[in-house]
């Protein structure tokens, strides 16, 4: 009901930037609260950064200062700006979002497909 398009990674040395973005369309939807998810090889998916709809945002101390997550209300599209990358940010970043279908009527949560981030020493 609800799809999520994410883009923006790619292979980047240490210190380096980069810019993820996540795009949510679909049937009518309201949406609570967006965010960004990583995973590296042998270990649980972590989080990295949430942002409310009443903007508030919370970071996973391990990128707080490097990494901003910030969303365009008109485009339904969240961003993670990562800067000061470290080679301990490599991994598979996920958005998800969270809200509800107006034309069903019940809350979803949804995730995207994942982008690879790669950041090299």
């Known amino acids: 009901q609800v799809q999520l398009v994410e883009s923006g990674g790619g292979l980047v040395q240490a210190g380096g930037s980069l810019t993820l973005s996540c795009t949510a369309s679909g049937s009518p939807f309201s949406i609570e609260e967006m965010g960004w998810y990583r995973q590296t090889p042998g270990k649980e998916r972590e989080s990295v950064a949430q942002l409310t709809s009443g903007g508030r945002s919370n970071y996973a101390d391990s990128v707080k200062g490097r990494f901003t997550i910030s969303r365009d209300n008109a485009k339904n599209t969240a961003y993670l700006q990562m800067n000061s990358l470290k080679p301990e940010d490599t991994g598979v970043y996920y958005c998800?979002?969270?809200?509800?279908?107006?034309?069903?009527?019940?809350?979803?949560?949804?995730w995207g497909q994942g982008t690879q981030v790669t950041v090299s020493s």
């Open positions: 998800n979002v969270v809200g509800y279908s107006v034309r069903y009527s019940r809350g979803f949560d949804s």
